[in-house]
Structure formats: C-alpha cells, structure tokens
C-alpha cells in the first residue's frame, strides 16, 4: 500500500510539471513569429533585395536564417526553390558557405624505395 501511494504521489507529480512546461515550450514569442513569417515570405518572393530589407529589419543574419528556419516543414532554402525562387535561395546557399571535402590520401602520394 506503501508503494501504491509512493507511485501515485511521484505520477501525479511529474505528469502536473509537465502540463506546466509543455505549454511554456510550445508558446512563441508572436513578435518573432511574425518576423519568421515575412522572412519566409521574402524567401518566397525571389526578390533577393526584399530578403535582404526583411532580415535587416528584424536584425536576422542570413546564415542563421538559412541553417535554422523552417517555412510549411522544410528548411527555408527547400521552400525557396519549391516556390520557385531561385534568386532567394541562392543567396540564402551561399551565405551558409562552401564546404569542400579533400581526400588527403588521394591528394598526397608517397614515394617508396626499395
């Protein structure tokens, strides 16, 4: 009976902490909804100077909005292009940066004697 009252007391605990901070997770702040808004509107538009005026605007850095915003469920690059935008989202591409991948065993031979 002990335990039953144990169990019980830590369930009703943890399941009341947690419908306490799952509404605070979930909750945006909606001026920054707003701004994530219009910068997938710009990214849709192809009008890189919009883009460009938008985050300035609401103080965004391209990379960031490149690596981390989601527009409708994919990345804002993805929505850009399936919208058609392809000035947007090349600018959005290259602000991420280049990565280049070198196979130092393929680059580097070694010469043996013998």
């Known amino acids: 009976?002990?335990?039953?009252?144990?169990?019980?007391?830590?369930?009703?605990?943890a399941v009341s902490a947690i419908a306490i901070s799952a509404p605070s997770q979930a909750a945006m702040n909606p001026y920054m909804e707003s701004a994530l808004v219009e910068v997938c509107k710009a990214a849709q538009s192809n009008s890189v100077q919009k883009l460009n005026q938008t985050t300035k605007n609401y103080r965004l850095q391209d990379r960031t909005v490149a690596l981390k915003l989601m527009c409708n469920g994919e990345d804002v690059i993805s929505f850009a292009e399936?919208?058609?935008?392809?000035?947007?989202?090349?600018?959005?591409?290259?602000?991420?940066?280049?990565v280049d991948i070198?196979?130092?065993a393929a680059v580097s031979k070694i010469n043996v004697t013998f």
């Open 102 to 104: 070198t196979d130092i």
């Open 82 to 98: 399936n919208s058609g935008a392809e000035k947007t989202a090349a600018k959005l591409q290259k602000s991420i940066g280049k």
């Open 1 to 13: 009976m002990k335990n039953v009252k144990a169990t019980l007391l830590a369930l009703t605990t």
